[in-house]
């Protein structure tokens, strides 16, 4: 429950933006995505339109902030009322004050696997916006690793924690595109580097008109490759018929959507629908990614298969036409 908004505060009470960044530490960007896609708090509007925020508003987001600095996503913590936030960020600080706990976390840290140290390394390699290094630090994993444990325990994991991150105002927009572009770069060379024209069966993957944010797509066309389907990458705001275009010339058997974030959900929801009608009965069509959450229910009645994460997709590749053993 969010803190309520207090249009009747006297103006003296009442905060431009700027000063709220200079309270919480959390920058405009931060500020507008925490109230516009988790609804963090709701400040009223000045005579000219400007966001003027309250006293309590301010106060909610210190305890955010706090909540989000220890480890946890602004989407967990956005929907607590002002009392929980305060328990909760209460009982993070008595945990780290805990010896038995943080003895307990240091064995834990002895014994994570070897992949742990790779994203970290990696995610201090993108604070410090070191191109260089963290491309060799994350092509290195991927040799030693194999292209599935790369993706599914490196670059999920280290592009999630970014993007906590960045939600939290821990980083900037730029080491999340810092870390997005060297990560995708690197999915699609190893995905062409396994391409096999002898591959029976092919996988078309894309993201849907509208949908810019590529990296899904590439974490998805990767993960078929590793599984031995040949892929066709067309990669970001393919609209429908060219998708279904592309599909009908490479005899696709799956065509997969990747979709981050929905921004106009109506036109989202009718270019997947328009796609489910121009491919062929016998074509899987399966969408996934973080922004499916909120248009499953439509997605799965247009008879569309609904992914939530890699696992899904191979099972989806699995059900269809099996490839030849690599």
Do not use: N
């Not at 993960?223 to 275009?245: H, N, Q, R």
């Not at 490479?250 to 121009?278: H, M, N, P, Q």
């Amino acid at each position: 429950m969010k803190a309520p908004a207090t249009p009747d505060q006297p103006a003296s009470r009442r905060h431009p933006i700027g000063v709220v960044v200079e309270r919480t530490g959390l920058s405009q960007d931060v500020l507008r995505v925490w109230e516009r896609r988790y609804r963090a708090v709701e400040p009223s509007r000045g005579e000219g339109g400007h966001r003027l925020y309250s006293d309590d508003d301010i106060a909610r987001l210190r305890l955010l902030s706090a909540a989000t600095a220890a480890g946890r996503s602004i989407g967990q913590v956005a929907p607590l009322s002002t009392d929980e936030l305060s328990r909760m960020v209460w009982e993070d600080a008595a945990a780290r004050l805990d010896p038995v706990r943080s003895a307990a976390r240091r064995r834990d840290i002895s014994r994570r696997a070897p992949t742990v140290d790779v994203v970290d390394q990696a995610h201090d390699l993108s604070a410090r916006l070191d191109t260089v290094e963290l491309e060799h630090v994350l092509r290195r994993a991927l040799a030693q690793f194999g292209v599935t444990a790369f993706i599914e325990d490196v670059a999920s994991p280290l592009l999630r924690r970014i993007g906590d991150d960045w939600h939290a105002g821990r980083l900037s927009i730029a080491h999340e595109h810092l870390a997005s572009s060297t990560v995708h770069d690197i999915l699609v060379e190893a995905m062409r580097s396994m391409a096999r024209r002898s591959a029976s069966a092919t996988v078309l993957v894309a993201t849907p008109a509208g949908e810019r944010h590529v990296i899904g797509a590439a974490l998805v066309g990767a993960a078929a490759s590793a599984e031995g389907w040949g892929v066709a990458y067309l990669g970001a705001d393919a609209p429908a018929s060219d998708i279904a275009a592309a599909a009908k010339v490479t005899k696709a058997a799956v065509v997969a959507l990747s979709v981050t974030y929905v921004d106009d959900r109506g036109r989202t929801i009718e270019e997947i629908r328009s796609l489910r009608d121009l491919l062929p009965p016998a074509t899987v069509l399966v969408v996934g990614g973080a922004g499916v959450t909120g248009i499953a229910l439509e997605v799965a009645a247009a008879g569309v298969r609904v992914g939530a994460t890699l696992a899904d997709l191979r099972d989806t590749l699995r059900d269809a036409t099996e490839p030849h053993a690599a």
